[in-house]
């Protein structure tokens, strides 16, 4: 199912991944793709493909749900949690406020 998400404002969700993994895309790759070594291909905001990225480009981002507002604008549901889908370094940027979507699938819960 086809989502609306935007990057976890405010406070330092880039802390420590969880230990037994390299990083967050790494806790990302093992929770989506588990017993393979499946890896994120693509950017899940604008698309961009890793192929065509340099290694590590690819990234962990943090993201929470959003749902739109009677006024238009739109509302970070912080109770459904924080999630982490593979964005590229450039969108996984916590200036980025832009809402985009993603299939749930895609989104992994940390801990
Ligand atoms: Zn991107």
């Given at each position: 199912?086809t ?18 993994y ?9 929770k989506?793709?588990?017993g393979?070594?499946?890896?994120a291909s ?5 698309g961009?493909?890793?192929?065509d990225l340099?290694?590590?480009e690819?990234?962990?981002g ?9 006024n ?6 912080k109770?459904?949690g924080?999630?982490?889908t593979?964005?590229c370094?450039?969108c996984?940027?916590p200036?980025?406020?832009?809402v985009f ?10 801990p």
């Open positions: 199912m989502v609306y998400v935007a990057n976890a404002p405010g406070e330092d969700y880039n802390s420590e991944h969880p230990s037994g390299d990083s967050w895309i790494d806790y990302w790759n093992k989506r793709y588990p393979t070594n499946k890896k693509r950017c899940r905001n604008c961009t493909e890793a192929k340099d290694d590590g690819i990234e962990g943090h993201v929470e749900y959003c749902e739109k507002i009677s238009g604008k739109w509302y970070y549901n109770a459904k924080i999630y982490i593979p964005l370094s450039e996984n940027n200036n980025n406020t832009a979507t993603v299939d749930d699938s895609d989104l992994i819960k940390i």
